[in-house]
């Protein structure tokens, strides 16, 4: 009931839902041409339209069949039970627009880089608690277009656009950074405080030390990739990264083909390189597209793959499983709270979807 590429609900006055039968319109999907003059010639989409009105006329409230929480199934967060049990959070409303990243706080908060509607979005159970974004005062701050987020454990929020921005929890901004970074993406917290920034279009890791009082306080690169994305880090202070993606589509054969492959690495505290993950992980499995990783209690990687539409679980001790397979329709971030929910934020959906997840020992957030 939405339009897959601007995100927006179907309607039927504005947004009212057109079919390509003439030509002049190219479809985003398979790319077909039809001609046209004017876009008042669309015909109707008279099978949405019909649903349209059937919805209108609904009147009891959608239910998650297994816990009957109601609520709007495609807004906020919402209950989907995943497998091991049931998920505890209800069906929170929130108003997701284009959510790009998740993190959630030490005591259990869960907070969405919403970049449709350039703010942040802080969730518990209870429901929608209250937002970060630009103060109209604040003319000598950029707006704010999160594209990845995390919280440090002294609680400071980092967040990257076309910069790195530091947040304390009510919404204060404390440091606005651009020195030296082209277009900085992923961004994690390490267990000290400090803030590890990628460049993907710089190819470069780079650590931030942030004082609330005083803004950054150290600056320096950690290594080089070919072209880093997405970051997490451990308890311990290793830190996860994405580097390199090429998927090439455009050869004679139609065929898959990959131009530098897509893995991800590991740097410790000592900086030297540890654990690899190559794009083919094992023999009859491999990364589609990868858009979040975090590292839960237990010290396994968990990674959001979107191409596949699965969550995958990359124990310690090696090896993999999959955590998630079904009911995902385009995964771009992945969070476990401290009493063992996993999170999972589902773009296309507009949700944080909720699942069980047990855990050994306890939690640190980075």
Request: aromatic share 8%; charged share 20%.
């Amino acid at each position: 009931m939405e339009c897959p590429i601007c995100l927006e609900n179907y309607n039927q006055e504005q947004l009212r839902p057109n079919l390509l039968t003439i030509n002049g319109v190219r479809c985003p999907f398979c790319s077909r041409v039809s001609r046209m003059s004017s876009f008042s010639q669309l015909a109707d989409n008279l099978t949405v339209l019909k649903i349209l009105d059937w919805i209108s006329s609904c009147t009891t409230a959608l239910m998650c069949k297994s816990c009957r929480n109601p609520g709007a199934p495609a807004a906020g967060l919402r209950c989907l039970h995943g497998q091991g049990g049931k998920a505890e959070w209800g069906n929170l409303p929130g108003m997701f627009n284009l959510p790009f990243s998740i993190c959630v706080t030490p005591q259990g908060e869960v907070l969405v880089a919403d970049r449709g509607n350039y703010r942040i979005q802080i969730f518990n159970r209870k429901g929608f608690q209250r937002e970060i974004h630009r103060n109209p005062s604040s003319i000598d701050l950029p707006n704010l277009i999160p594209l990845s987020i995390t919280i440090t454990p002294q609680g400071l929020i980092g967040v990257t656009d076309n910069s790195v921005k530091v947040y304390t929890i009510d919404g204060h901004c404390v440091a606005c950074h651009k020195n030296q970074l082209i277009k900085p993406w992923g961004i994690a917290a390490m267990p000290k405080g400090q803030f590890v920034v990628l460049d993907v279009e710089g190819g470069k890791l780079r650590c931030l030390a942030v004082d609330r009082k005083v803004g950054v306080v150290n600056y320096n690169r950690l290594c080089s990739a070919v072209r880093p994305k997405f970051v997490t880090c451990d308890a311990s202070g290793t830190i996860y990264f994405t580097q390199g993606l090429g998927l090439n589509i455009e050869n004679r054969h139609n065929e898959h083909h990959l131009e530098g492959g897509f893995s991800i690495c590991s740097v410790g505290t000592d900086d030297q390189l540890g654990k690899h993950l190559s794009h083919f992980f094992s023999e009859t499995e491999d990364f589609r597209c990868i858009t979040g990783m975090c590292v839960d209690a237990n010290g396994d990687l968990l990674v959001t793959d979107n191409g596949r539409k699965k969550i995958l679980q990359f124990p310690k001790e090696g090896g993999f499983n999959v955590l998630i397979q079904e009911g995902l329709a385009c995964p771009v971030g992945v969070a476990v709270t401290e009493k063992g929910q996993l999170m999972v934020l589902d773009c296309w959906d507009h949700c944080v979807k909720v699942y069980s997840y047990p855990q050994r020992r306890c939690f640190s957030t980075c």
